[in-house]
């Protein structure tokens, strides 16, 4: 089956209206025509070839919402017309130790949603910015929101569950600090999952001028990073610290945050390597410098569960598919309050 969708040529070359093929249904297999995809960072960087690899055409796109349109013989969990969506994964092994524990994001054979090898042509797999999708039944999760949020959750299933996997590993909750480093896409999400889980929680920004925007998503305490005496109040006191940054900085000013046997987990990925930190700013506390990638499905249906319940939703700026390469410039500016996400249903046919 053939659908419209955008995607780019080369790496230095725009995103542009193009066509793309979907495979048919095989009996676990469901298709969802998609109503919404956003935006993530790790579509420019992929799109562009600014991470080894890219495929082209490249067709980007990993936070996945829509209705199922027709389901495989064998599909029992879904059903036409319900509520989906799709995030970073749509293939792994399916019997290693990772996936055997939902923590198919491990998978040593994990098939991301685009630029991933698959049999399906043309040979890699394509993303979101299309009209639809095929995937396997156990890589489709359910939407529990109002349909009239469905364009503000698209952006859960990957700046969602990036920080809400952290945030659960390392138990979270009433009676912990937790310390958000960026508010952009992936850290006002963190702000608003660690203050519904219960956290005190504290935004950490480079910009005087987003105070209240971090108080406004949840946070408790707001803290200029590069005003030395706020952060020397922070000295040896949280329990954990997510940081969303995605571009080298220096580690060390945000260790010393940390109390003894807390952790500091990355899940911004910069282009190049962050400078090496202080060994003896990890040892003399016992803490720990961590990364953490995602979720795995059983998470990932978890955090959308919870977001359901509590009414959470992304900050998102709504837009057509024509706007995608101007959107990524603004976005490389920071000028997106929190996340783009496409209306598929401008897709030109």
């Not at 959750?153 to 952290?166: M, R």
């Not at 003894?260 to 003399?284: E, K």
Request: proline share 5%.
């Amino acid at each position: 089956m053939q659908v419209a969708a955008y995607g780019a040529h080369a790496g230095d070359k725009p995103l542009e209206s193009l066509r793309i093929t979907r495979r048919e249904l095989s009996a676990e297999d469901i298709r969802i025509d998609i109503a919404y995809c956003g935006v993530c960072h790790s579509d420019l960087h992929q799109v562009r070839a600014e991470w080894e690899g890219t495929q082209f055409p490249c067709v980007p796109g990993h936070e996945i919402v829509g209705r199922v349109a027709a389901v495989g013989p064998n599909v029992t969990n879904f059903a036409p017309g319900d509520l989906v969506g799709v995030g970073c994964i749509v293939d792994s092994c399916k019997h290693c130790e990772e996936c055997d524990a939902g923590l198919e994001n491990y998978c040593d054979d994990m098939v991301g949603t685009y630029n991933f090898p698959t049999p399906d042509a043309p040979g890699w797999t394509l993303g979101g910015y299309s009209q639809a999708i095929v995937v396997d039944q156990r890589y489709a999760l359910r939407i529990r929101h109002p349909e009239a949020q469905l364009a503000a959750v698209a952006p859960l299933l990957c700046a969602g569950i990036t920080t809400w996997s952290p945030l659960r590993h390392w138990k979270a909750g009433p009676g912990k600090k937790v310390g958000v480093v960026g508010i952009g896409g992936l850290g006002h999400m963190g702000i608003k999952l660690a203050h519904a889980l219960g956290a005190h929680v504290v935004a950490f920004t480079t910009s005087e001028s987003k105070r209240d925007a971090a108080k406004a998503l949840g946070a408790d305490e707001v803290v200029v990073s590069t005003d030395a005496k706020q952060m020397a109040a922070h000295l040896k006191s949280f329990d954990l610290i997510i940081n969303t940054v995605a571009a080298p900085h220096d580690l060390d000013a945000l260790l010393v945050l940390i109390k003894r046997d807390g952790a500091m987990t990355l899940v911004g990925a910069p282009a190049s390597p962050h400078p090496s930190p202080n060994v003896f700013n990890l040892i003399m506390k016992r803490r720990t410098l961590a990364g953490s990638m995602i979720g795995g499905i059983p998470e990932t249906q978890e955090m959308l569960d919870f977001c359901a319940e509590h009414g959470i939703v992304s900050d998102i700026e709504l837009i057509s598919a024509n706007q995608i390469n101007d959107a990524y410039e603004r976005m490389l500016k920071g000028d997106v309050k929190y996340r783009f996400v496409i209306d598929n249903a401008t897709l030109a046919d």
